[in-house]
């Protein structure tokens, strides 16, 4: 996901804008729903990866809020105004992202330390459900106009688009578990997703500073 600034966003505040905080209304939505489903399923069966997915999807919750909230205050924000408020939010999206990563590590090394028995089959089940949830984001937030781009929906979409592909990776984790009794691909999946999470983190990081220098 690459950052483009637009020099018509922030314009327009009538029609534009009112069509930002619907969008984000639903994905707001969807992103809790997938978030309480995935929290529930993940504390029962023990999966440390459908875990770090679900704190992934954590903090695109609180992102997706950040940028309601940034949409709500934008109709009556100086473009100036608006901008810095998104910068904010985008960069308290990617600090999320950060502790996600640093937090899954953490659990990696206790479960190596005190291994779990996982129940597989919700785990595939929810991880599907989840990727369609965060599928249904992806596109709600990608059929956007270019000139409505902006900080804070880079970094959501971001965020929501990397779930998805982690939705993936954690049924493949759980069929391997499923088809070869492969106890420790929950811990080694987990693990490269934690740093997945700092890498995307770093590289979220490196494209706002781009924009807010571009904006400056």
């Excluded at 619907?22 to 969807?30: G, M, N, T, V």
């Excluded at 399923?41 to 954590?58: E, M, N, P, Q, R």
């Excluded at 990081?205 to 220098?213: A, D, S």
Aim: contains cysteine; positive net charge.
């Amino acid at each position: 996901m690459i950052y483009k600034h637009n020099h018509e966003c922030g314009h327009n505040h009538n029609i534009k804008d009112y069509s930002e905080i619907i969008r984000y209304k639903k994905a707001l939505f969807w992103t809790g729903l997938v978030f309480v489903v995935q929290f529930f399923v993940a504390y029962i069966s023990g999966s440390l990866t459908l875990l770090s997915d679900t704190f992934h999807v954590g903090s695109d919750f609180v992102a997706t809020i950040g940028s309601l909230v940034v949409a709500c205050i934008a109709i009556s924000a100086t473009k100036k105004r608006e901008q810095k408020i998104r910068i904010i939010f985008a960069y308290t999206g990617i600090l999320l992202l950060v502790f996600s990563g640093f937090y899954v590590l953490y659990e990696v090394w206790q479960r190596f330390l005190n291994p779990i028995n996982i129940m597989v089959w919700p785990v595939i089940i929810t991880a599907i459900a989840g990727a369609l949830g965060n599928y249904r984001v992806f596109r709600l937030l990608h059929a956007v106009p270019t000139a409505e781009c902006n900080s804070t929906h880079n970094v959501l979409s971001a965020h929501v688009f990397s779930d998805f592909l982690l939705s993936l990776v954690v049924i493949v984790s759980a069929l391997l578990i499923f088809i070869f009794d492969w106890r420790q691909a929950d811990l080694i999946v987990s693990f490269f997703v934690a740093l997945y999470m700092l890498y995307l983190s770093g590289s979220l990081f490196l494209q706002v500073k781009r924009g807010q220098q571009h904006f400056h």
